[in-house]
C-alpha cells in the first residue's frame, strides 16, 4: 500500500519569502511522485514530477522539489513566494499498474501569502 | 494545451434520484479515472478505466456506482440513487500509460 502525509495542513509565508511544503511518502515499491495545485474553483494542476532519475526535478512557476529516499520525503519549494502562488497543494504517490497511474494524494496544504 | 473537460459544473439533485457526470478525457489518452474529494477532506480514487472496462477500483466505488465509455470521447460516471454523503467534487482524469494525470476542473455534486 501506499501513502502520503503533509505536514501542516496550512502554511503562511510573506511575500518574496520561501515556500517549504513538507511531504513525506510511503511505499513498498519505488514511487512516483507528484505535485498538484488546486486554485480555488479549479481543478487539479500538475507541477511536477519525480519519476525516475535525477532526484531534483522542477515545475512550472519556479516550484521544484527533491527526492530523498533516505527521508522517503519529496519536500515541494520555492525561493520567493509571490501573492498568485496562493492555493493548496496536493503531494501524491502513485504505482503504475497495467490498468494505470493510481494516484494516492495526501490532504494537502493550504498556502496563504501575505503582504 | 489539450485540456479533460468536465459538465456540468455544479449538479445539484435530491436524495435517491440518478446522476450522471460527463466527462471528455484528452483525445490520444488510453487511462480514465474518476477520484472525489469529499469537503475538507483529501482527494480519493474511485475507479479507473482502460480498454473498455474497469481496471481498478476502490472500496468507495460500491454496487452504486457506474462508469461508462458510450462512444470514442465521453467518459461517464453515473451514480444510481444518491445518499447524502455522496456530496463531493468529482474530478475526471485521463492519461497516457505511465503519465502524469491530467484533471478536469471538476463537478460538484450536492445532494439535498
Known amino acids: 500500500a501506499q501513502s502520503v502525509t503533509q505536514l501542516g495542513s496550512h502554511v503562511s509565508v510573506s511575500e518574496g519569502a520561501l515556500v517549504l511544503l513538507r511531504c513525506n511518502y510511503s511505499?513498498?515499491?519505488?514511487?512516483?511522485l507528484f505535485w498538484y495545485v488546486q486554485y480555488p474553483n479549479q481543478g487539479l494542476q500538475l507541477l511536477l514530477k519525480?519519476?525516475?532519475?535525477?532526484?531534483l526535478v522542477k515545475g512550472i512557476n519556479g516550484f521544484e522539489a527533491e527526492f530523498k529516499k533516505s527521508e522517503t520525503s519529496f519536500h515541494l519549494t520555492k525561493p520567493s513566494a509571490h501573492m498568485s502562488d496562493a492555493a493548496e497543494y496536493f503531494c501524491?504517490?502513485?504505482?503504475?499498474?497495467?490498468?494505470?497511474?493510481?494516484?494516492?494524494f495526501g490532504t494537502g496544504t493550504q498556502l496563504k501569502v501575505e503582504l | 494545451e489539450p485540456e479533460v473537460t468536465q459538465t456540468p459544473s455544479h449538479q445539484v439533485t435530491q436524495m435517491g434520484q440518478e446522476v450522471i457526470l460527463r466527462c471528455v478525457p484528452i483525445?490520444?489518452?488510453?487511462?480514465f479515472y474518476w477520484y472525489r474529494q469529499i469537503l475538507g477532506q483529501k482527494v480519493e480514487f474511485l475507479v479507473s478505466?482502460?480498454?473498455?472496462?474497469?481496471?481498478?477500483k476502490s472500496e468507495i466505488f460500491d454496487d452504486q456506482f457506474s462508469v461508462e465509455r458510450p462512444d470514442g470521447s465521453n467518459f461517464t460516471l453515473k451514480i444510481r440513487s444518491t445518499k447524502l454523503e455522496d456530496s463531493a467534487m468529482y474530478f475526471c482524469?485521463?492519461?497516457?500509460?505511465?503519465?502524469?494525470?491530467?484533471f478536469g476542473n471538476g463537478t460538484r455534486l450536492t445532494v439535498t
Open positions: 482524469a485521463s492519461s497516457e500509460a505511465g503519465a502524469p494525470l491530467h
Open positions: 511505499s513498498s515499491v519505488p514511487p512516483y
Open positions: 519525480y519519476t525516475t532519475g535525477a532526484t
Open positions: 501524491a504517490v502513485s504505482r503504475y499498474t497495467g490498468g494505470g497511474n493510481k494516484l494516492t
Open positions: 483525445s490520444n489518452h488510453l487511462y
Open positions: 478505466f482502460y480498454n473498455n472496462e474497469i481496471s481498478e
